[in-house]
T-cell receptor, first 116, second 110 residues
Framework: GAVVSQHPSRVICKSGTSVKIECRSL??????MFWYRQFPKQSLMLMAT?????????EQGVEKDKFLINHASLTLSTLTVTSAHPEDSSFYIC????????????FGPGTRLLVL | DQQVKQNSPSLSVQEGRISILNCDYT??????FLWYKKYPAEGPTFLIS?????DKNEDGRFTVFLNKSAKHLSLHIVPSQPGDSAVYFC?????????FGTGTRLTIIP
């Protein structure tokens, strides 16, 4: 299957700092990428849809000023958690959708964020 | 409002037997359904999918059944193997957005 990478895989930061997470599609160009978060023992929840060259579309209840998404190229989307707080600690996962298989999303390995 | 539900948080099955994972949904606009397998601290891995116009799709040991009238789908794994132990999520697509179920932890007993 297609490969999607995320960096970093794990990050620990102090409260109030900002953290950037990168998501890359390694073997296909993705005009659309998605960002999810998963709390322990819960489902993956869609946070936002990232479209190359345009503004991201955020799901209800997700603060767009807190979770900044940039999709500057067809292979890279970034999620920046601004002024992180302990309640932002979670598992963040991105996915990328290839243009030839619109029903399929390939997921990255996820990023574990711990805010102290 | 949980639009995709997996009512069994866990399931244990003897190796070699059939594993049946169930999923119910409420949104009649979902037009495509998928099953993902997930290990801790990893992203989900795609297993199998089915379009809403079909009622069955088979791929090796995995078969997905869709009952639209009941808004229910199931994943059958046969024969079950120890490597199948993981958390399984069903997911549904509407307007190109993926909605995940709550997951079922499958444990295969050797």
């Amino acid at each position: 299957g297609a490969v999607v990478s995320q960096h970093p895989s794990r990050v620990i930061c102090k409260s109030g700092t900002s953290v950037k997470i990168e998501c890359r599609s390694l073997d296909f160009q993705a005009t659309t990428m998605f960002w999810y978060r998963q709390f322990p023992k819960q489902s993956l929840m869609l946070m936002a849809t990232s479209n190359e060259g345009s503004k991201a579309t955020y799901e209800q209840g997700v603060e767009k000023d807190k979770f900044l998404i940039n999709h500057a190229s067809l292979t890279l989307s970034t999620l920046t958690v601004t002024s992180a707080h302990p309640e932002d600690s979670s598992f963040y996962i991105c996915s990328a959708r290839p243009p030839t298989a619109r029903e399929t999303q390939y997921f990255g390995p996820g990023t574990r964020l711990l805010v102290l | 409002d949980q639009q995709v539900k997996q009512n069994s948080p866990s399931l244990s099955v003897q190796e070699g037997r059939i594993s049946i994972l169930n999923c119910d949904y409420t949104n009649s606009m979902f037009d495509y359904f998928l099953w993902y397998k997930k290990y801790p601290a990893e992203g989900p891995t795609f297993l199998i999918s089915i379009s809403s116009i079909k009622d069955k799709n088979e791929d090796g040991r995995f078969t997905v059944f869709l009952n639209k009238s009941a808004k229910h789908l199931s994943l059958h794994i046969v024969p079950s193997q120890p490597g199948d132990s993981a958390v399984y999520f069903c997911a549904a697509i509407s307007s190109e957005k993926l909605t995940f179920g709550t997951g079922t932890r499958l444990t295969i007993i050797p």
